[in-house]
């Protein structure tokens, strides 16, 4: 195998590894906010409990996100150079800002929400949490802005640059308001933070029913639930509309990546279908075994079923791979219409009181957590592989982009290399979950203040604490 392709397996594999972490973290984050502000409001000792509880689980995924997320930086340099070269002037200010504006504000108050619990009043452990959830909100902005530079290029001036190896292409800032804001920069980050607040609502909703389904910690694990659902429903259907507006973005300004999602390879006299299924094949120009709906695609990109959609052979060789575009982008959007239909149907059951009966739910739920983990991937997927044969889109190409001076056994053996790593970074945290996740929630402590009869209304709240107390209030 070249260089090119092997360097492209590289960064795959360290960046698809990588984000594991990052939208987990996000949407942890949101929930942490929901579930403390709810025991600022209520005193319910449980919510504070799910708040410290869900917290280590937050610590140790930001812990590896930024431990796998330094690997990617430096292979810019050493699988990347040329690429690098090209682009360091616009995506190094995004990837600056990054660091400086969002990574110390999370890992500063990260301090504070996991250790400050008995150090700082509640309402400033409660401001720290929402600027740790911030933090990483404003993490993922930057690192949007520089990968939807990459889709969707603007505010840079070309400049030729002499290297020792001869006159070379750079792009230079030229308005760092127009990179910030390229044309694809909203959508994306709407979708992105989206579906890290699904992924973290799913984690919080596996855990509890796992918790409901062993009968332990009950009470804990109907709260987070209840809390969690309710940010995975919305999200999901957000999802499903923040999708219909990256679509009609991609039609607009990567008409060869969204033919390729769609299997569109002739350009119609009429409307476009969308492929429901089926199984494109790129030597006979067609989708076999198709259940397709006439005119609906050219309805979602233009509010018209019989405006034309450009196929792939409009565009030459310049077309990504079809194959994996293609599989890719109709699994992440029928793992999303799964997401709306199962936490519709769990609202539904919460507002009839059947919620918790319902084992063979929860069991849904108990393994649903991997969909958003793979949804998240496969988007990635098809937004990067879509790109092809581009890195930078309509300007450098991938196979343009990389380090002149690497060999395939270099590449090959840093690959084998960051494998085994991961691999054993990917056992620990599973088995530091496991661990958390089988010691569960703190145990929620009685306020030691007021009668016995005072202490056993507490306690009643809370299963576990009142057998050997309600004796003891009768004969109070």
Same mark, same amino acid.
């Given at each position: 195998m070249d260089v090119v392709i092997l360097s492209r397996i590289q960064f795959a594999l360290t960046i698809m590894f990588h984000y594991l972490f990052p939208p987990l973290t996000i949407g942890l984050g949101l929930? @942490?906010?929901?579930?403390?502000?709810? #025991? @600022?409001?209520?005193?319910?000792?449980? #919510?504070?409990?799910a708040t410290k509880f869900w917290t280590k689980i937050f610590a140790l995924n930001f812990a590896l996100g930024v431990a796998t997320g330094?690997?990617?930086?430096?292979?810019?340099?050493?699988?990347?150079?040329a690429y690098s070269r090209y682009v360091g002037d616009v995506f190094g200010s995004a990837l600056a800002a990054e660091g400086i504006f969002a990574f110390f504000l999370e890992s500063g108050f990260l301090a504070i929400l996991v250790f400050g619990w008995d150090r700082v009043s509640a309402k400033m452990h409660f401001v720290a949490t929402i600027l740790v959830a911030l933090g990483s909100i404003f993490s993922a902005i930057w690192i949007i802005v520089a990968i939807s530079w990459q889709q969707t290029p603007a505010g840079f001036v070309l400049r030729e640059v002499a290297t020792p190896a001869g006159t070379v292409m750079r792009a230079e800032l030229a308005s760092f308001r127009e990179v910030l804001f390229n044309p694809s920069t909203v959508?994306?980050?709407?979708?992105?933070?989206?579906?890290?607040?699904?992924?973290g609502a799913f984690f919080v909703l596996s855990v509890s029913a796992y918790y409901l389904l062993r009968e332990r910690h009950v009470d804990f694990a109907r709260k987070s639930f209840t809390t969690a659902i309710w940010v995975a429903a919305v999200a999901s259907i957000a999802m499903l509309i923040s999708g219909d507006s990256q679509g009609r973005m991609v039609a607009r300004h990567q008409p060869a990546k969204l033919a390729a999602m769609e299997g569109i390879f002739h350009t119609t006299d009429s409307g476009a279908p969308i492929h429901v299924i089926g199984i494109p094949d790129s030597e006979e120009k067609t989708v076999r075994y198709s259940l397709e709906i006439p005119g609906l695609l050219s309805f979602l990109v233009h509010r018209d079923f019989n405006t034309p959609v450009p196929g792939l052979d409009q565009f030459g060789a310049d077309i990504p791979p079809v194959g994996l575009t293609f599989f890719s982008f109709h699994l992440m959007v029928g793992l999303g219409i799964y997401f709306i239909v199962v936490t519709l149907?769990?609202?539904?059951?919460?507002?009839?009181?059947?919620l918790f009966n319902r084992k063979w739910l929860l069991w849904v739920f108990v393994f649903s957590v991997i969909g958003p983990f793979i949804a998240n991937e496969i988007g990635w997927v098809a937004a990067e592989v879509g790109r092809q044969p581009w890195i930078v889109y309509n300007q450098l190409r991938t196979s343009e982009a990389v380090s002149q001076n690497l060999t395939p056994s270099q590449v090959l053996g840093s690959i084998i290399m960051f494998g085994a790593i991961y691999a054993m970074l990917f056992a620990v945290w599973i088995y530091l979950l496991n661990d958390k996740i089988q010691k569960g929630p703190e145990p929620v402590s009685i306020p030691p203040k007021g009668s016995l009869r005072d202490a056993v209304d507490v306690a009643s709240r809370y299963p576990g604490h009142t057998d050997s107390l309600t004796e003891a209030k009768d004969k109070d």
């Open positions: 929930l @942490l906010v929901f579930l403390e502000g709810r #025991y @600022l409001k209520t005193k319910d000792l449980q #919510y504070e409990a330094i690997v990617m930086e430096f292979q810019f340099g050493t699988n990347w150079a959508d994306r980050l709407v979708h992105v933070l989206l579906g890290a607040f699904v992924l149907y769990a609202l539904w059951c919460l507002k009839r009181g059947t």
